[in-house]
């Protein structure tokens, strides 16, 4: 017997009722986009590896799906490489490209690339799968989708405003409750400046960046091995606790950090963010969080996470400032923000939470039963008129009998059946069945779609 096929671990199938509900997730995060004023783009699944590798620190470069070069890839490595067997080494000679990581780094190689075609600000969004050679987990996949929304040729901090906007609009009409928690990594380096340690910034941002998933002392132990002087990690801790309301940690950092121009600086653009959005109707609570690191190298102002309110799970929205990172591929002093939706995670969050509308899976509005060829004949012109009038339809495609098509009905939650036999064809009206009460009509075409553009 042939061996039952699977697919690799981290990565899923979805079956039309799930696809349905993703497609609701995407219609509704792209609708927002677009209320903004922001244009689709797409580039490929592949990028090349000088495109990927160094932008996402050294944790990120180690889950970077790497590709085979075509053809005998061990051709061209070198013998002493391949006696070592030394992978690191040896993937510079057998893989030139990757599966991108994010989409921010390859929109970065898209401006630079294109940049005689686009208009800055450059706004942008961007739906597609990227992939992480990460261990899967609740949550965590390896093949997963980001919607990312970005601004970049403006240094102004509207587009941060601007930002959380649209992810209030956004879990609003997903009907998540969330809250929005945000930081400065100039916060962060100034804090870094303060405590004596400017060169540590990357590890520092990258381990307290894991302070809600492991805790303090695990982060503590971290920074230890990392080359902090226990002196400075001691000065680090009341920093990570303080508490308050954001302009009451906002007060408070500042007196901390009033020896560090870049962490002052840092403060200033978080007071501006909160008294810009002070007026704005904005329904989920925004949080300053001085805990907030985010991991990657690439941000340089402010940085966002969101976290659903009901149900644990990791951050289901995330992004920030980057200064300069199309500065890498040849055009420098290039700003820009974004942020990117996890369509994944909001799926899980939704789905235990059970928020899809309840049509949401219903993909066929109306089914016409088949009873044999005269009757076919009858309603295949009446289906392409009620297609015409953008109601779903279906007609079953052979006379089974009628258990049978209504169980098909059932079975993909078509709420209504259309019966056509020789009383209906002589009269011109249409049986129409009530698939969730069970009720029967008498219909004529116009009252027909009448009644079923009202649902």
């Known amino acids: 017997m042939a061996q039952k096929p699977s697919i690799p671990k981290g990565t899923r199938d979805f079956g039309p009722s799930e696809m349905v509900k993703r497609n609701y997730i995407f219609d509704t995060v792209k609708s927002v986009f677009k209320l903004y004023g922001f244009q689709p783009i797409e580039t490929p699944a592949m990028e090349n590896l000088s495109t990927l590798m160094g932008k996402y620190g050294e944790e990120g470069d180690k889950l970077l799906f790497k590709v085979l070069n075509s053809g005998d890839f061990l051709t061209n490595a070198p013998e002493n490489i391949l006696t070592e067997k030394n992978s690191t080494k040896l993937t510079h000679h057998i893989s030139e490209k990757g599966l991108r990581y994010d989409l921010t780094v390859p929109f970065a190689r898209f401006v630079v690339q294109h940049r005689e075609e686009v208009q800055f600000p450059f706004k942008r969004y961007q739906i597609q799968p990227v992939w992480r050679a990460d261990k899967p987990q609740k949550g965590r996949y390896r093949e997963f989708y980001q919607c990312d929304v970005d601004v970049i040729g403006s240094n102004s901090l509207l587009n941060e405003v601007e930002l959380i906007q649209i992810v209030d609009e956004i879990y609003n009409r997903l009907n998540i409750r969330v809250a929005v928690k945000i930081n400065n990594r100039k916060i962060l380096s100034g804090i870094a400046e303060v405590i004596g340690q400017p060169d540590k910034i990357i590890d520092i941002t990258v381990a307290i960046d894991k302070l809600d998933k492991i805790g303090i002392e695990k982060v503590n132990l971290e920074l230890e091995e990392k080359g902090l002087p226990r002196q400075a990690i001691t000065q680090l801790q009341p920093i990570l606790n303080l508490s308050g309301s954001n302009i009451e940690k906002l007060v408070q950092i500042k007196e901390v950090l009033k020896t560090s121009e870049i962490g002052l600086k840092g403060v200033s653009e978080m007071e501006t963010v909160f008294d810009w959005l002070a007026p704005l109707q904005i329904q989920c609570p925004v949080e300053l969080d001085l805990t907030l690191a985010r991991g990657l190298n690439y941000y340089t102002g402010a940085i966002f996470e969101v976290k659903a309110l009901d149900m644990q799970i990791g951050s289901i929205t995330g992004g920030g400032r980057y200064d300069d990172l199309t500065g890498i591929f040849g055009l420098p002093g290039v700003s820009g923000v974004g942020i990117s939706f996890g369509a994944d995670r909001i799926y899980d969050v939704m789905d235990h939470l059970d928020l899809f509308p309840k049509n949401a899976a219903t993909t066929t509005q109306l089914l016409f039963v088949n009873f044999g060829e005269k009757e076919q ?39 209504f059946v259309a019966i056509v036999g020789e009383v209906e064809m002589n009269s011109g009206l249409i049986t129409l069945k009530d698939m969730e009460n069970g009720e029967q009509y008498k219909l004529s075409f116009d009252e027909l779609i009448d009644k079923l553009s009202s649902k």
């Open 377 to 415: 004949s009858w309603c295949l012109p009446v289906v392409s008129q009620i297609r015409a009038k953008g109601i779903t339809t279906e007609i079953y495609p052979e006379p089974a009998k009628m258990k049978k098509q209504m169980g098909y009905a059932n079975d993909r939650k078509i709420p």
